[in-house]
Every structure is written in structure tokens, then in C-alpha cells.
């Protein structure tokens, strides 16, 4: 990390020892080489949601992602995942999905006996999604849906990913070069989820149907903030369902995925409004 004063809570997830946050920075090839000199394997997570400066997609996730895989491989690391995202393949008109798909090509390229897996939208205690979203609700008595709610989504529990990840591992021969969905059992519409969130936080309140087009303003505006709520790349995957017709994964390896309803009242109730 380049900040690993802030990772120094995951230190207690497991044995004194176990996990030692260490600093990086993945677009500094020296810094890459330098951590995965002596590495049995590597797992790429990095990933941004909107743009600032050279935190850019094509410097994340693409050219970062192919500088990580190719000094891999060169260091003679034996196993090598990387964490794309569902729909890149999709022909969406997205910088960030469009970069994804880039990144996934070069990490193969470089390191071809790679696993790429393309989750859906990942949830968990401090996740980008329905937290944003309960922060809203905790001060709005609306929360949008925009084009109506209607987008499909198939979320996924951040510790049954982590789950999948370390099943692969330890028969990793067996799924060496493929690329593998990871998606939750049960799909939802953006609505349903808004809903779910308002429900989960506790909260009062109404789904608002908005337009793309309103969207677009929205995140035209919201791109001043540090932490845009949407930006209009968002905007553009909304218009597209976020579904696998091909995720036979989880089953396979008997992992019992959790349901977003099973999960979301443990972190989601600060959010309460009162």
C-alpha cells in the first residue's frame, strides 16, 4: 500500500506475523520488482472507480496490471490472479470497463497461465456501493434509481470471494488460463437494491426514479467532489445488465454463497438516520 499506516487494522485478521502491510506503489517498477522478487504468487485487487490525475484506468488497469503480471513472471512467481470485473467483454461504451478488458489481455500476455476472475459488484463492511448509498439515505429522504432502477446486478459477498480465491489456490493447474465469473445467486434491480439499502440502514425513505440524462447531470456536478457520488462512466454501464450466464464457479467449489440480505444488517445499521 502506499499508505500502510491504514492497513494496520488487517494485522489482528490473523496470526502476530501473518500479514505485514508494507509500502508500494504499483505504477513504480522498481516498487513491483521489489515485491514479487521472492513471492510465490501474487493476487492483483487493484482497481479504481473514477479518475484523478495519473490515478487514471489506463495507468491502473492496464498499464500497472501488465507491469505487475510481466515482473511476475519474470521473478518466477508461480501463481498469478488478477481481479477484472463482470461485463468488460460486453461492448459497453465505458473508459473504465474498456481498461479492464485492456488490463485483462496484458496480464495474459505476460503471464499466460494467469487466472482473471470478473466479479460483480463486491459487498462488504467498507465497500464502495451500499455504503455510499446508506451515507445518502442518512441524510436524504430519497435515493435515486437511475433509468428507472431496472439495471440487474448480481452482488457478491467480499468474504466468499476471498473464499473462491483461496479454494483456486490450492488447485490452481486446474484453472490456470481461464477466466471465471464470480457472481451472487440471486439477482437484483438497482431499485431493489436502493430499497435494500434503505431497509438494512433503517432509514425512511423513497426510491426516486431518474432518467440517464438526469443522471448524466448529476454525476456531471458530482465529479467536483472528492469521492464522486456517479460519475457518467457509471452512468453509461447502468444502461447494461450486470449478470454471469456463466457462473458455475462457487457451486463447483461448494462454497455456500451469502445473501446480500444476510449480511447487510451487520454493517449497514450506523447508517440510521436517528
Do not use: C
Amino acid at each position: 500500500s502506499r499508505n500502510p499506516e491504514q492497513a494496520k487494522d488487517l494485522t489482528v485478521e490473523a496470526d502476530i506475523g501473518h500479514i505485514v502491510p508494507v509500502y508500494g506503489d504499483i505504477m513504480n517498477e522498481e516498487s513491483i520488482q521489489q515485491h514479487v522478487a521472492n513471492a510465490d504468487l501474487v493476487i492483483n485487487l487493484v482497481g479504481i472507480l473514477y479518475e484523478r490525475g495519473k490515478q487514471n484506468f489506463v495507468n491502473i488497469h492496464a498499464k500497472a496490471a501488465e507491469n505487475l503480471a510481466k515482473y511476475s513472471k519474470m521473478a518466477g512467481v508461480s501463481k498469478f490472479i488478477h481481479i477484472s470485473a463482470l461485463g468488460v467483454d460486453n461492448k459497453i461504451n465505458s473508459k473504465y470497463l474498456r481498461t479492464k478488458l485492456n488490463g485483462e489481455r496484458a496480464v495474459l500476455a505476460s503471464f499466460p497461465e494467469a487466472i482473471i476472475f470478473r466479479p460483480s459488484i463486491i459487498f462488504g463492511f467498507e465497500d464502495n456501493f451500499f455504503n455510499q448509498f446508506a451515507g445518502i439515505a442518512r441524510y436524504s429522504f430519497t435515493l435515486p434509481a437511475f433509468g428507472g432502477g431496472k439495471t440487474k446486478f448480481q452482488p457478491v459477498y467480499v468474504g466468499d470471494v476471498a473464499e473462491i480465491i483461496v479454494t483456486i489456490l490450492t488447485n490452481y493447474s486446474k484453472y490456470q488460463s481461464q477466466t471465471i465469473d464470480i457472481a451472487g445467486n440471486k439477482t437484483y434491480s438497482f431499485k431493489e437494491l436502493m430499497q435494500l439499502t434503505l431497509d438494512h440502514s433503517n432509514n425512511f425513505g423513497i426510491i426516486l426514479p431518474l432518467p440517464y440524462f438526469f443522471g448524466n447531470i448529476i454525476a456531471f456536478f458530482s465529479n467536483i467532489l472528492p469521492k464522486p457520488l456517479i460519475t457518467n462512466d457509471q452512468i453509461r454501464i447502468l444502461k447494461h445488465d450486470n449478470v454471469s450466464d456463466n457462473n458455475f464457479i462457487a457451486a463447483e467449489l461448494a462454497i455456500n454463497l451469502q445473501p446480500v440480505e444476510a449480511i447487510l444488517p451487520k454493517y449497514l445499521k450506523i447508517f440510521k438516520r436517528w
